[in-house]
C-alpha cells in the first residue's frame, strides 16, 4: 500500500510537469508559427536577407515545437513487456531530431542565402517601416515565449533548491531547455535582423543585411549543437549526475549491515526516471532473512532520496559466515 501510494504521488508530480512543459511548448508553437508567416511576408516585401533567415528560423522553430509535442505523448506511455523500462528515452530522441531540423531548415538556409546575396546581389531593401514593424511584433511573441519558459525553469530551479543556471545545464528535461535556448537565440535573431536593416537604412550599403543573416545562421548552429549533443547524452546510456551518484552511495553506506558499495551503476531512462544498479559487500555477520530486508529498505530509500529514481537492482551479497557453516 506504501508502495502504491509512493509511485501514485510520483506519478502525478512527473504530470504535472509534464502539464507545464505541454503548455509552455503550446506558447512557443503559436508564437512561432504566427511570427513565422509575417517575417517571410515582410521579407518576400522588403527583400531583406535577414527578415528571410529569420522566417526560416521561425519555421525551423515551429517545425521543433512539433517534435517536442509528439516526444511528450510518446515518452509518457506506460512500460510494455518490449520496453519494460518505459518510453522516456523518446522525449531525448525527438529533441535530437529537432535539433536536426533547427541545423537543417534554420542554420544552412541562413548562411546559405545570406552568402549568396553577398556574392550575387547588388541593390537595397526598401519598406523598412514594414521591417522594423514585423519585427517588433515577432521579438513581442518571442518574448513572450521565452518568459513562459524562463519561469517554469526558474521555478523548477527554486524548488531543485540550484542556481538557475547550473539546473538548465543539468536538467534532464529536454522540452523546457529546447524553448528556452530557441527562444533566446530567435529574440538575438530579431535584434540582429534589425541591426542589418537599420545599418542598411543609415549606410545605403546592401552588405549588412545579408551578413546579419549569416550571423543569425551561426547563432542557430552553435544552439543546434549544443542541443544535439546534450540529446545524445541521454540517448546513449548517460549515468546519473555526479551529486547524484554520490547520495546514492552514501545513502546506502549509511546502513550498519553495508561494509562498502563496491560498484555503483546508473542510467537516465527518462527526463525524470533513473535506474540505479550496485553492488554491495554486507557485513559476515548477518543472515538471509536480514539480507532480504536490508535490501527492501535501501530500495525505498534511495526513491525517497532521490525522486528520480524509479529502477533499482542491488546485488546483495549475503554474510560469508552462513555459507561456510
Same mark, same amino acid.
Given at each position: 500500500?506504501?508502495?502504491?501510494?509512493?509511485?501514485?504521488?510520483?506519478?502525478?508530480?512527473?504530470?504535472?510537469?509534464?502539464?507545464?512543459?505541454?503548455?509552455?511548448?503550446?506558447?512557443?508553437?503559436?508564437?512561432?508559427?504566427?511570427?513565422?508567416?509575417?517575417?517571410?511576408?515582410?521579407?518576400?516585401?522588403?527583400?531583406?536577407?535577414?527578415?528571410?533567415?529569420?522566417?526560416?528560423?521561425?519555421?525551423?522553430?515551429?517545425?521543433?515545437?512539433?517534435?517536442?509535442?509528439?516526444?511528450?505523448?510518446?515518452?509518457?506511455?506506460?512500460?510494455?513487456?518490449?520496453?519494460?523500462?518505459?518510453?522516456?528515452?523518446?522525449?531525448?530522441?525527438?529533441?535530437?531530431?529537432?535539433?536536426?531540423?533547427?541545423?537543417?531548415?534554420?542554420?544552412?538556409?541562413?548562411?546559405?542565402?545570406?552568402?549568396?546575396?553577398?556574392? %550575387? *546581389? @547588388?541593390?537595397?531593401?526598401?519598406?523598412? +517601416?514594414?521591417?522594423?514593424? =514585423?519585427?517588433? /511584433?515577432?521579438? #513581442?511573441?518571442?518574448?513572450?515565449?521565452?518568459?513562459?519558459?524562463?519561469?517554469?525553469?526558474?521555478?523548477?530551479?527554486?524548488?531543485?533548491?540550484?542556481?538557475?543556471?547550473?539546473?538548465?545545464?543539468?536538467?534532464?528535461?529536454?522540452?523546457?531547455?529546447?524553448?528556452?535556448?530557441?527562444?533566446?537565440?530567435?529574440?538575438?535573431?530579431?535584434?540582429?535582423?534589425?541591426?542589418?536593416?537599420?545599418?542598411?537604412?543609415?549606410?545605403?550599403?546592401?552588405?549588412?543585411?545579408?551578413?546579419?543573416?549569416?550571423?543569425?545562421?551561426?547563432?542557430?548552429?552553435?544552439?543546434?549543437?549544443?542541443?544535439?549533443?546534450?540529446?545524445?547524452?541521454?540517448?546513449?546510456?548517460?549515468?546519473?549526475?555526479?551529486? %547524484? *551518484? @554520490?547520495?546514492?552511495?552514501?545513502?546506502? +553506506?549509511?546502513?550498519?549491515? =553495508?561494509?562498502? /558499495?563496491?560498484? #555503483?551503476?546508473?542510467?537516465?531512462?527518462?527526463?525524470?526516471?533513473?535506474?540505479?544498479?550496485?553492488?554491495?559487500?554486507?557485513?559476515?555477520?548477518?543472515?538471509?532473512?536480514?539480507?532480504?530486508?536490508?535490501?527492501?529498505?535501501?530500495?525505498?530509500?534511495?526513491?525517497?532520496?532521490?525522486?528520480?529514481?524509479?529502477?533499482?537492482?542491488?546485488?546483495?551479497?549475503?554474510?560469508?559466515?552462513?555459507?561456510?557453516?
Amino acid at each position: 500500500m506504501e508502495r502504491a501510494s509512493r509511485v501514485s504521488r510520483r506519478s502525478l508530480e512527473r504530470t504535472r510537469r509534464s502539464g507545464e512543459s505541454r503548455k509552455t511548448v503550446y506558447v512557443a508553437l503559436a508564437a512561432n508559427g504566427a511570427i513565422a508567416v509575417a517575417k517571410a511576408l515582410g521579407g518576400l516585401m522588403t527583400g531583406s536577407a535577414g527578415m528571410l533567415a529569420e522566417a526560416a528560423h521561425s519555421i525551423a522553430d515551429t517545425t521543433n515545437q512539433g517534435f517536442l509535442l509528439i516526444s511528450i505523448e510518446l515518452g509518457e506511455r506506460e512500460p510494455s513487456p518490449e520496453r519494460p523500462f518505459g518510453h522516456g528515452q523518446e522525449r531525448f530522441l525527438w529533441t535530437f531530431m529537432a535539433a536536426v531540423g533547427m541545423f537543417l531548415a534554420g542554420a544552412i538556409f541562413a548562411i546559405g542565402f545570406g552568402t549568396f546575396e553577398l556574392l %550575387e *546581389r @547588388e541593390g537595397e531593401t526598401s519598406g523598412f +517601416e514594414v521591417a522594423y514593424a =514585423v519585427l517588433a /511584433v515577432a521579438f #513581442l511573441a518571442e518574448g513572450t515565449s521565452w518568459v513562459r519558459a524562463y519561469r517554469q525553469t526558474r521555478r523548477e530551479a527554486r524548488d531543485a533548491e540550484k542556481p538557475l543556471f547550473k539546473y538548465i545545464v543539468g536538467s534532464r528535461d529536454p522540452n523546457v531547455k529546447m524553448v528556452l535556448f530557441e527562444d533566446t537565440a530567435a529574440l538575438t535573431g530579431v535584434a540582429l535582423a534589425a541591426l542589418g536593416i537599420a545599418m542598411n537604412e543609415v549606410t545605403g550599403s546592401f552588405f549588412y543585411d545579408p551578413i546579419a543573416s549569416v550571423l543569425i545562421g551561426l547563432v542557430l548552429v552553435s544552439v543546434a549543437l549544443w542541443m544535439g549533443r546534450d540529446a545524445t547524452h541521454m540517448l546513449v546510456g548517460w549515468a546519473a549526475r555526479p551529486e %547524484e *551518484r @554520490e547520495r546514492i552511495e552514501q545513502t546506502i +553506506e549509511e546502513y550498519d549491515e =553495508v561494509d562498502q /558499495v563496491e560498484e #555503483l551503476l546508473t542510467m537516465v531512462l527518462g527526463p525524470n526516471a533513473l535506474l540505479v544498479a550496485a553492488r554491495v559487500d554486507l557485513r559476515d555477520d548477518i543472515d538471509a532473512d536480514r539480507v532480504e530486508r536490508v535490501s527492501t529498505e535501501i530500495d525505498r530509500k534511495l526513491r525517497e532520496v532521490i525522486p528520480d529514481v524509479t529502477e533499482v537492482f542491488l546485488d546483495a551479497t549475503p554474510g560469508r559466515a552462513e555459507g561456510t557453516g
